[in-house]
């Protein structure tokens, strides 16, 4: 058992978010192993309340991207506070978005506010933030298990995903994961975790 957690630690300590993507396609099947593993995650009353949409068309995310900077335009140019923008600064950010059509697959994951039965009656879902976010972890280890890098991205406000992708209202957007192969000559931030004793305590 410590054997396997701590190569499981190693591994993932070997993760990072890249921007830079081949454009290469990725095996249809490594995508659906990761998006299964993601939807065994644990759930609010077993609700289920994530929804993934993998979008490999050109043109979609194409239109994607024309969304996403014009939002972060707006986002950039004034709508972040300057506190905000100066933590964003050491990571090299900006609006221009060209990993949402160099990267062989995005993949929108959507928060069902809630669901509807046989009788279209809606029902009630629970903790759909915590769900969607533990099956969101859960689908970017099982990324890099497979070899594959991921970047998310967080455009605010998302809503022009229920409109590009054809989605209910009841579905909000949650957050966009770019995935693919990092170019060789991908770049990431040199940044550093807070010191295990910083986060983590033990209960006497």
């Known amino acids: ?10 591994d993932l300590l070997r993760r990072r978010t890249v921007r830079d993507f081949e454009s290469r396609e990725v095996p249809c099947d490594v995508i659906e192993n990761a998006l299964k593993t993601a939807a065994s995650a644990p759930s609010g009353a077993n609700r289920q309340p994530w929804r993934f949409v993998v979008v490999t068309n050109q043109d979609v995310k194409r239109q994607i991207r024309e969304a996403a900077e014009e939002e972060e335009r707006e986002f950039y140019a004034g709508r972040a506070p300057d506190e905000w923008l100066e933590a964003l600064r050491p990571l090299g950010t900006d609006e221009h978005k060209p990993f949402l059509t160099e990267a062989p697959v995005l993949i929108a994951i959507f928060l069902e506010r809630y669901g509807m039965n046989d ?17 969101t972890g859960f689908l970017i280890c099982a990324l890099h298990n497979a070899g594959l890098a991921t970047l998310t991205h967080t455009p605010s406000p998302m809503g022009f995903l229920n409109q590009v992708l054809g989605r209910p ?10 995935v693919g192969y990092p170019k060789k000559n991908a770049s990431v931030p040199d940044i550093e975790k807070l010191p295990f004793e910083k986060v983590v305590s033990y209960s006497q």
Do not use: C, H
């Not at 058992?1 to 190693?10: T, V």
């Not at 009788?119 to 099956?135: C, D, F, H, L």
């Open 169 to 178: 209202t009841r579905e909000r957007p949650f957050l966009l994961l770019v």
């Open 1 to 10: 058992m410590i054997e396997r957690s701590d190569a499981f630690r190693m």
């Open 119 to 135: 009788q279209g009656t809606r029902v009630k879902n629970y903790y759909m933030p915590e769900s969607v976010g533990i099956a």
